[in-house]
């Protein structure tokens, strides 16, 4: 791991300047020179986001991004926007041909929280305005980004979501478009919109009645229950479990032992998702199905959304989950 982006554990203060790590004796200059053009078809302003720190592995081939949040842990529409970015950087300069990638992984720097999912404040502003519009319009930037992510941005790669902490609402809906979630004991995972009379509109419908049917989609989107990593580990939604802060281990170690049959692994993620066939415009439709029911919330409603965004903020910091 060089710099492009500091320290892997967040440790480390992020470098003004790329350096270069030590030289190894054991490469040859082949093996330099391949490294040195690699790191030169990486974009620098994949390192300058602001709300994303991203590093990139050149001995593993992975690309490690963490939301670095502004407030409130939560997809806001400057997240949105460098979502985007990142993207289009990654799918512009990575590839065959291009800086070399196989593995995709995104975590989080907010500590012991993932994501808590929409812009709940945006949310309730909207549907006091009654601008129904505004409320679709984000809902499609989400579903968008998450259907790149679901084809792996047309890239050979895997994708990986390390989970350390909660992942609730979109925050959950967001994991389920990765080819496979790392996941430490202790993480939490919810979809809470029921209780302000809403459902969760960015996907949990789509891919959790493809992973577990409909009828236990339903339950879990509707019943208003936190899992543990370790329960959605039993129902197949986590697919590793990594002890308490070793969830970066965890995912090098699954990097690891993938390797030998990454091709293999590539090409299984890929018919998977054909024969799950989740499609943007399926993902758009129920987009516009829950903006058509947000805009119908009740004055109690909002409030009760406004309370839960405050009660999120005020829990952040008391919780312990490695970053």
């Known amino acids: 791991m060089d710099r492009l982006a500091g320290g892997l554990d967040g440790r480390e203060e992020m470098a003004e300047t790329s350096s270069a790590p030590a030289i190894a004796f054991s490469q040859t200059a ?7 053009q690699a790191r030169l078809q990486v974009p620098d302003a994949l390192f300058r986001l602001d709300q994303l720190d991203v590093l990139y592995d050149d001995d593993a081939q992975a690309l490690w991004t963490y939301m670095r949040p502004v407030g409130r ?6 997240m949105l926007g460098d979502f985007v970015t990142w993207q289009d950087l990654i799918g512009s300069h990575f590839g065959p041909g291009r800086a070399p990638l196989r593995y995709l992984v995104l975590g989080s720097r907010a500590p012991g929280v993932f994501c808590f999912g929409g812009d709940l404040e ?8 009654g601008n129904r519009d ?10 968008e980004i998450l259907s790149r992510n679901l084809h792996s941005l047309d890239l050979p790669i895997l994708t990986i979501g390390l989970v350390q902490g909660q992942a609730l609402g979109g925050g959950f809906e967001a994991l389920l478009s990765f080819d496979y979630i790392v996941a430490e004991r202790g993480a939490t995972f919810g979809l809470p919109e029921v209780k302000f009379g809403l459902f969760p509109g960015m996907g949990a419908h789509a891919f959790l009645t493809r992973k577990l049917g409909s009828a236990l989609a339903d339950r879990v989107i509707m019943d208003d229950q936190t899992f543990t990593a370790e329960e959605l580990y039993e129902r197949g939604i986590v697919h590793v479990l990594a002890e ?4 970066e281990a965890a995912v090098r170690a699954f990097m690891a032992k993938a390797e030998r049959r990454h091709a293999g692994l590539v090409g299984a993620r890929r018919a998977s998702k054909r024969s799950e066939n989740v499609t943007l415009h399926e993902l758009r ?11 119908k919330l009740r004055e109690q409603d909002l409030k009760l959304m406004q309370r839960l965004a405050a009660a999120q903020v005020r829990i952040r910091p008391q919780v312990s989950a490695a970053a």
């Open 30 to 36: 082949e093996d330099l020179l391949v490294q040195s």
């Open 73 to 78: 842990p939560s997809f806001t529409p400057q």
């Open 122 to 129: 945006l949310f309730a502003t909207l549907i006091r305005e």
């Open 134 to 143: 505004g409320l679709a319009a984000y809902g499609y930037r989400c579903v």
């Open 244 to 247: 308490p802060g070793q969830g």
């Open 285 to 295: 439709d129920i987009v516009d199905y829950w903006a058509d029911s947000a805009i």
